[in-house]
């Protein structure tokens, strides 16, 4: 008897030791994002802000022999920039330190092409520091946007610009406090003023820029700033400026230069984390532009982008262009405001709250079903090594009505999860909802209509490993309030009403003059010594100071806009004279309207274009509008 009392208590005792002992974590799979990375993941969205020389030229691209007195904003106002991405519900801003045409917003020493020479504050004034007190005064982080590319500097493409652009970087890392984010253009090398040359200058930018070491001298003074762009920063670009992810978009790529194809989509297994940014701007062009007052997107429309972005795990980048005062338009506030108190609304509360979680495989207790409605990004659900296709189920208070769902990974542990499902139990039946790759980051389901489920499972399909979620919510959406259109108020964009296509090298063309960016002139792509043209009867003469020629934004295999222009005018439909010829730029990525100002005001009636050969290989040439203007 006292031996087997001895026993038993020696297996009591060892039961609690056993249970105490801890069951270890998953391990690791495949690539991981860094610390910065990681709270780079968290940001969800953010705000672009395009603000400089150009804004003041009407362009979107400057050449560089712009005079920077022409910077001039009459009430520059970064609190009211601030508070309106705030109430959309942005976490950070990136404001344009300095564009392509080489102006630089804050007082360097370095140029004279810079802020201290222009009339803005008696060249006292400094955009970036001031952007930089009213971002954090409201709470959100701070980034800052640096061209490599400079069409103004004579050294660019020589060793000595090389030096010159990373005592930039220096100065921007040194002055204006902490920093998450440092945004590097891939636009490097063209046609520029260069000093006065005006000539081409071609550069190989990975060799040029040597980008590991110029990556690395952002991290050294900024180690939580994930920079942007290139082979061996921390963030890459989606592949358009739509604001579209490829769906599933993968946070991990291969260790080799960025091919676009590959950046939308990402690539499952890669070698590293390499996540994407998803970047659009919330006017066609990212510069402000008084006549597309009028299209601004609306919250209807951001509340889709936010979907094909944030929803299939990147970060969105919003751009907010100020206009000439060096405030957001009223229209584009009101956008603004409508989107981030619809969007609050609708996360504010987790329709899964107070859900029992149970789970078809459970690692432990640390790694409890529970764990994914805990709030916090550090816990998460996880099954034994061998289970890697487990559910999970939430039984559901009675009445939670919901169209959202919001899966997470803990990163930390790698992107595990190659397939899932989501189900859900509505009237004793279980029907599937979703069955979709990646989760990552983070995957919002939205759903047609709201449903009320008794139960919402999440099954792992395939995976390579075990699953680690962190988060299973459910919400339902709260839709913006309507906002009243703006109307288009330019006094100096002439009206296409009255105008009529006279010749065209293919059919179609009145879509150039419906105002309607939806719509497209679709041609074969011209041939060397077959233009695709267009001849257009504006109805009466006007004084013309330019012409602008709209991008097709609709994606279409095979198809591309042109890549240069030549305008030619006429007052009577037989003599023609040549207003304006030349290349346009980025037309192919960034799909915004190209203002081209001609030298001299001219009377015309009739205008005539033609394109020689598309911006990128096609097999056809698309257009969705042709303008014109007064002078400004």
């Given at each position: 008897m006292l031996a087997s009392g001895l026993?038993?208590?020696?297996?009591?005792?060892?039961?609690?030791?056993?249970?105490?002992?801890?069951?270890?974590?998953?391990?690791?799979?495949?690539?991981?994002?860094?610390?910065?990375?990681?709270?780079?993941?968290?940001?969800?969205?953010?705000?672009?802000?395009?603000?400089?020389?150009?804004?003041?030229?009407?362009?979107e691209w400057g050449y560089g022999d712009e005079d920077p007195a022409l910077f001039d904003p009459t009430d520059f106002s970064p609190d009211q920039i601030v508070a309106a991405a705030k109430a959309?519900?942005?976490?950070?801003?990136?404001?344009?330190?300095?564009?392509?045409?080489?102006?630089?917003?804050?007082?360097?020493?370095?140029?004279?092409?810079?802020?201290?020479?222009?009339?803005?504050?008696?060249?006292?004034?400094?955009?970036?520091?001031?952007?930089?007190?009213?971002?954090?005064?409201?709470?959100?982080?701070?980034?800052?946007?640096?061209?490599?590319w400079d069409r103004h500097h004579p050294e660019y493409g020589r060793p000595a610009y090389v030096d010159y652009f990373r005592k930039q970087i220096v100065e921007l890392?040194?002055?204006?406090?902490?920093?998450?984010?440092?945004?590097?253009?891939?636009?490097?090398?063209?046609?520029?003023?260069?000093?006065?040359?005006?000539?081409?200058?071609?550069?190989?930018a990975p060799a040029y820029y040597d980008w590991p070491k110029t990556v690395a001298l952002v991290h050294q003074y900024q180690p939580m700033a994930c920079?942007?762009?290139?082979?061996?920063a921390d963030l890459r670009w989606v592949g358009n400026e739509d604001g579209v992810a490829g769906d599933p978009c993968w946070p991990t790529m291969p260790n080799h230069l960025y091919v676009q194809s590959e950046g939308n989509s990402g690539v499952r297994g890669g070698a590293l984390w390499w996540p994407a940014e998803t970047d659009v701007s919330i006017r066609p062009g990212w510069f402000y532009h008084a006549d597309e007052d009028a299209k601004v997107k609306t919250p209807a429309q951001l509340l889709e982008l936010y979907d094909t972005s944030v929803g299939r795990g990147t970060n969105l980048n919003l751009n907010l262009p100020p206009?000439?005062?060096?405030?957001l338009a009223d229209g584009d506030v009101a956008v603004l405001r409508a989107f981030g108190a619809a969007q609050a609304a609708t996360y504010a509360r987790d329709l899964a709250q107070g859900a029992i979680a149970s789970a078809s495989d459970t690692r432990g207790p640390a790694f409890a079903a529970a764990r994914v409605l805990d709030g916090r990004r550090d816990s998460y659900w996880s099954s034994g090594d061998a289970v890697t296709t487990p559910s999970l189920t939430l039984d559901l208070p009675p009445g939670r009505r919901f169209d959202v769902i919001r899966l997470r990974e803990y990163l930390p542990l790698g992107a595990r999860v190659t397939r899932f499902a989501v189900d859900a139990e509505v009237d004793g039946a279980w029907q599937t909802l979703a069955e979709q790759e990646a989760i990552g980051p983070q995957r919002i389901i939205r759903l047609p209509?709201?449903?009320?489920?008794?139960?919402?499972?999440?099954?792992?399909?395939?995976?390579?490993v075990c699953p680690a979620i962190s988060e299973v919510a459910l919400f339902l959406q709260v839709q913006p309030a309507a906002v009243v259109p703006v109307r288009a108020h330019d006094a100096t964009t002439l009206s296409s009403a009255g105008w009529r296509i006279m010749t065209a090298s293919g059919p179609g063309a009145e879509a150039l003059l419906d105002d309607d960016a939806a719509t497209r002139w679709t041609v074969p792509a011209p041939t060397p010594g077959r233009p695709a043209s267009v001849t257009i009867d504006m109805g009466a003469v006007a004084a013309l100071a330019g012409i602008s020629v709209t991008p097709s934004r609709t994606i279409a295999k095979g198809v591309a806009p042109p890549r240069d222009y030549r305008c030619?005018?006429?007052?009577?439909?037989?003599?023609?004279?040549?207003?304006?010829?030349?290349?346009?730029?980025?037309?192919a990525y960034a799909l915004a309207t190209q203002r081209i100002a001609f030298g001299t005001t001219r009377p015309a009636r009739w205008l005539r274009?033609?394109?020689?050969?598309?911006?990128?290989?096609?097999?056809?040439?698309?257009?969705a509008g042709v303008g014109a203007f007064l002078k400004r």
């Amino acid at each position: 008897m006292l031996a087997s009392g001895l026993a038993a208590t020696a297996a009591a005792t060892a039961v609690p030791a056993l249970a105490k002992r801890a069951v270890a974590p998953p391990q690791p799979w495949g690539a991981t994002p860094s610390k910065r990375q990681f709270a780079w993941h968290t940001r969800g969205q953010y705000a672009f802000v395009h603000f400089s020389i150009n804004t003041f030229t009407d362009k979107e691209w400057g050449y560089g022999d712009e005079d920077p007195a022409l910077f001039d904003p009459t009430d520059f106002s970064p609190d009211q920039i601030v508070a309106a991405a705030k109430a959309a519900g942005m976490t950070g801003i990136i404001l344009t330190a300095k564009h392509h045409d080489g102006f630089c917003l804050w007082p360097t020493h370095l140029t004279e092409r810079c802020i201290r020479n222009t009339p803005y504050k008696q060249g006292k004034g400094d955009v970036v520091g001031e952007m930089a007190a009213a971002t954090r005064r409201a709470g959100l982080a701070f980034g800052l946007y640096l061209s490599p590319w400079d069409r103004h500097h004579p050294e660019y493409g020589r060793p000595a610009y090389v030096d010159y652009f990373r005592k930039q970087i220096v100065e921007l890392c040194t002055r204006y406090g902490e920093l998450f984010e440092f945004w590097f253009d891939g636009a490097n090398g063209g046609d520029g003023y260069y000093g006065g040359a005006r000539e081409t200058r071609k550069i190989d930018a990975p060799a040029y820029y040597d980008w590991p070491k110029t990556v690395a001298l952002v991290h050294q003074y900024q180690p939580m700033a994930c920079t942007f762009d290139p082979l061996g920063a921390d963030l890459r670009w989606v592949g358009n400026e739509d604001g579209v992810a490829g769906d599933p978009c993968w946070p991990t790529m291969p260790n080799h230069l960025y091919v676009q194809s590959e950046g939308n989509s990402g690539v499952r297994g890669g070698a590293l984390w390499w996540p994407a940014e998803t970047d659009v701007s919330i006017r066609p062009g990212w510069f402000y532009h008084a006549d597309e007052d009028a299209k601004v997107k609306t919250p209807a429309q951001l509340l889709e982008l936010y979907d094909t972005s944030v929803g299939r795990g990147t970060n969105l980048n919003l751009n907010l262009p100020p206009d000439r005062r060096g405030r957001l338009a009223d229209g584009d506030v009101a956008v603004l405001r409508a989107f981030g108190a619809a969007q609050a609304a609708t996360y504010a509360r987790d329709l899964a709250q107070g859900a029992i979680a149970s789970a078809s495989d459970t690692r432990g207790p640390a790694f409890a079903a529970a764990r994914v409605l805990d709030g916090r990004r550090d816990s998460y659900w996880s099954s034994g090594d061998a289970v890697t296709t487990p559910s999970l189920t939430l039984d559901l208070p009675p009445g939670r009505r919901f169209d959202v769902i919001r899966l997470r990974e803990y990163l930390p542990l790698g992107a595990r999860v190659t397939r899932f499902a989501v189900d859900a139990e509505v009237d004793g039946a279980w029907q599937t909802l979703a069955e979709q790759e990646a989760i990552g980051p983070q995957r919002i389901i939205r759903l047609p209509q709201p449903i009320t489920a008794r139960r919402v499972r999440l099954r792992i399909v395939a995976a390579p490993v075990c699953p680690a979620i962190s988060e299973v919510a459910l919400f339902l959406q709260v839709q913006p309030a309507a906002v009243v259109p703006v109307r288009a108020h330019d006094a100096t964009t002439l009206s296409s009403a009255g105008w009529r296509i006279m010749t065209a090298s293919g059919p179609g063309a009145e879509a150039l003059l419906d105002d309607d960016a939806a719509t497209r002139w679709t041609v074969p792509a011209p041939t060397p010594g077959r233009p695709a043209s267009v001849t257009i009867d504006m109805g009466a003469v006007a004084a013309l100071a330019g012409i602008s020629v709209t991008p097709s934004r609709t994606i279409a295999k095979g198809v591309a806009p042109p890549r240069d222009y030549r305008c030619e005018t006429s007052l009577d439909g037989v003599r023609w004279e040549l207003a304006a010829a030349g290349e346009l730029p980025n037309i192919a990525y960034a799909l915004a309207t190209q203002r081209i100002a001609f030298g001299t005001t001219r009377p015309a009636r009739w205008l005539r274009l033609s394109f020689t050969e598309t911006a990128v290989p096609a097999d056809r040439l698309a257009l969705a509008g042709v303008g014109a203007f007064l002078k400004r």
